[in-house]
């Protein structure tokens, strides 16, 4: 049974979701100092350009080498320029289902491009890989991650009581931790149906595993 996703690209219409890469450590140290992703996000804050890098060089590939998902870097198609990041992680081979977390940089929010990516992977994950389940998590209080879930016709199944921790400013200007429930969301194969009618053309996303 196989227990890796493989080394792949996927592109839609406006965009390109691609391995991680060198030169992406600049935008990617960015995006995840901006405040709205520290207050959701688990990584280290400060973000610094060698936390970005150890991501990009070890921690991002050896997701999918050890088996446990996948990342993808997603940029602009026209431009190159970084949208954000798309993960599957905990990734379960005999059940066949993994949960996906998305970032997006301050730049490209209000653009669709989170709903894109999701599809993109969703569709990705279920066609090719034979996945089953996807599942999304999203912190109690993140509408904007909410919104996203239903868009894409995920079904909300219920909440995880104070299952994460998320940061809020401090009147001195830091940031402390406080802790927050979780809602669970999943989609299915057949959730996609009704929700994203141009994955019923083959053409809507294209994998590929040359990118250079």
Known sequence: MTTTFPDVSLSTER?????????????????????????????????????????VTEGAPGERTAGHGIVFAVTEFLTGRLVGTARLRAADWRVRSA?????????????GYACEVSLAVAGWLFRDQKFERLELRTAADNTAAQQVAQKIGCISEGVLRGAWIAR??????????????????SLLPEDLEGTADAFADSDAYTAFTDWN
């Open 15 to 55: 965009l390109v979701l691609r391995p991680f890469e060198d030169v992406d450590v600049p935008a990617l140290t960015e995006m995840m100092n901006d405040e709205s992703v520290v207050v959701w996000a688990s990584a280290p804050h400060p973000y610094t350009e060698e936390d970005a890098r150890a991501w």
């Open 99 to 111: 949960e996906l977390r998305c970032v997006t940089a301050p730049w490209a929010r209000g653009e």
């Open 168 to 185: 809020t400013r401090t009147d001195d200007g830091g940031w402390t931790e406080h802790r927050t429930d979780l809602i669970v969301w």
